[in-house]
């Protein structure tokens, strides 16, 4: 059966740079657009936020090496970040970016944001009473209540849900209330909107465990609890996303004297191996993805090699 053809033609591939955090994805992402002629767009959802830089690892301007950037710094810490709103802003950069004669380069781990841009998925409505009364719900009863109303009526969103994930959950049974479909019917294909190069960067655990230790650290070293202070001066407690971002919730619990400094490290350092764990699972079953040693001394040749090969397979009658 012929695949249907891209919903955003684009005169070559995007190349998508993904995988597990403190695997390198920004380093190889600026190799490849200093080659490519490229622009870069970020797929990571705590790096849309203003201010919130040391915490995310986000590139400082200086570190750009001249390259634009799209999709970082867009929202304000009090805001939600939107699936949706993220689609449509970044399939509009990749857009504009062809149209420029450049090519874009997508990078993040946060997976269903990789998705939203590269994947034709149906992002369904949502409604702020609805939700929050099954936030209410969730609150009241707790996770396992909800979980088992979802299992009733989507048994295969239940199976897709982490087991604690609330808010997933208040999501699942949101889409199912306003739609009369099963949530899972919304979840994501492989089936690519956009023509894309799927590049991984790949990590064995203990190395990954030890570069995450060491960003955490550095993290500290180079402020996140003043910026932090700062955020909070601007709402960062009310951002229901940003303020339970990993590392800005345990500085908070730091500066509120609820952690200790070494406790809020070794909780931001559990956490991100968490994360780390949860996007390896997240894009190792996908076939498209070409999986590359992080530490390969070859590593942009071979990154390379993979662009030409796509470039020629789409040209390919």
Known sequence: MPHPPPLLPLTRPVVAVVGPTATGKSDLALDLAQRLDAE?????????????????????PAERRGIPHHQLDVLEVRDEASVAAYQREARA?????????????LVGGSGLYVRAVLDRLEIPPTDVVVRARLTAELEAEGVEALRARLQRVDPAAVASIEPRNGRRLVRALEVVELTGRPFSATLPTRELAV????????????????????????????????????????????????????GYAQAVAQLDGRLTGAQARAETAAGTRRLARRQRSWFAPDPRVVW?????????DLALAEVTAADLSIRAP
């Open 40 to 60: 870069v767009v970020g797929a990571d959802a705590m790096q849309l936020y203003r201010g919130m830089d040391v915490g995310t690892a986000k590139l400082a």
């Open 93 to 105: 950069a990749l857009a504009a970016i062809d149209a420029r004669g450049r090519r874009p380069v």
């Open 195 to 246: 023509p894309a190069l799927i590049l991984g960067l790949t990590a064995d655990r203990a190395t990954l465990d030890a570069r995450i230790d060491a960003r955490v650290e550095r993290m500290w070293e180079l402020g996140l609890i003043a910026e932090v202070e700062s955020l909070l001066a601007v709402g960062l407690r009310e951002g229901r996303t940003a303020s339970r971002a990993i």
């Open 292 to 300: 590359l040693a992080h530490d390969a001394p070859d590593l942009l």
